[in-house]
DNA sequence: ATAATTCCTAGAGTTAACTCGAAGTCTAAC
DNA sequence: GTTAGACTTCGAGTTAACTCTAGGAATTAT
């Protein structure tokens, strides 16, 4: 069973341009053709096309997913390539992980300061605050 | 005690270009300057710097942060406002987070496939693997 | 068989967030 | 008082990732 540009689209919740684009770019090389050129996607086209997305997530840039796309289809040679690749992924996902907790500290805080203050109805309950205490976690 | 532009770049870890284009698109209406126009960054305009960095990091767009720092400067009428872009904000942070660790699970899973493979040294071993198992959670 | 819909490509346009170059001004050191 | 280095503005250039348009071909519905 296939499934056309559109479907695949609604199906991943992105739009037939963008997947077209993921195909200029060289993301989705092993999506077959009809005759007429029409292109059909098998459900492992799908696969891929959600562990690119989540490569995307990552924040991995379209020209270094693509090369790890070349390296899929190369085989086994590039097996080590590949490992070390989402080892990378894993602590970039890390780091990321840190920095949003670290920021929702700092949005957490501003709520509170917000709340405070439109309780008092102004601002001016905070004057004597000192925000670093907050951000550099006193 | 005021710093200059380079300085202030060095401490945040940006530019000097990206602080004059921070200016230019009105995140930093409060910064003063000598009467020749250089710029004199105080420490608290530093404080709020980081603020429009941790904003930043949350995915926010420069022109909602213009907003926002518009809201500031007019005062208690906009306590509201703010309030309610913080609560809006720690939401998205939150889904960010959620999004991260499915992604995370999947990278990881990842790392385990290539890292058995590179062991048999054929990515063969993983023919029978079903990968929606994984991205459903099953 | 014709009309509506969906598909195709090539290439242009958009947007966000920088990033830089040119030309000139300011300031600190010698 | 001149020179090196940092500062200024203005506007142009860059990059990534789409996003869309035009013009045409294929498929589906009536």
Redesign the pocket.
């Known amino acids: 069973m296939t499934y ?4 695949v ?1 609604k199906k991943l919740n ?12 060289g993301l989705i090389p092993f ?1 077959e ?8 996607f098998k459900e492992s086209d799908i696969d891929f096309l959600k562990i690119i997305q989540c490569l ?1 997530t990552t ?7 693509k090369e790890f796309i070349e390296w899929c289809s190369d085989g086994d040679s590039t097996l080590q390539q590949r490992y070390d690749m989402f080892i990378e992924r894993k602590a970039s996902v890390e780091a990321q992980m840190e920095e949003l907790k670290k920021t929702m500290k700092v949005i957490e805080h501003k709520c509170m300061y917000y709340k405070t203050a439109l309780e008092a109805g102004t601002e001016d309950i905070h004057k004597n605050d000192n925000i670093e205490d907050f951000i550099t976690n006193k």
């Open positions: 056309s540009i559109s479907e689209a992105l739009t037939s341009y963008t997947l077209r684009y993921y195909d200029k770019e999506v053709r009809t005759p007429s050129g029409i292109r059909l995307k924040g991995m840039p379209i020209k270094d997913i």
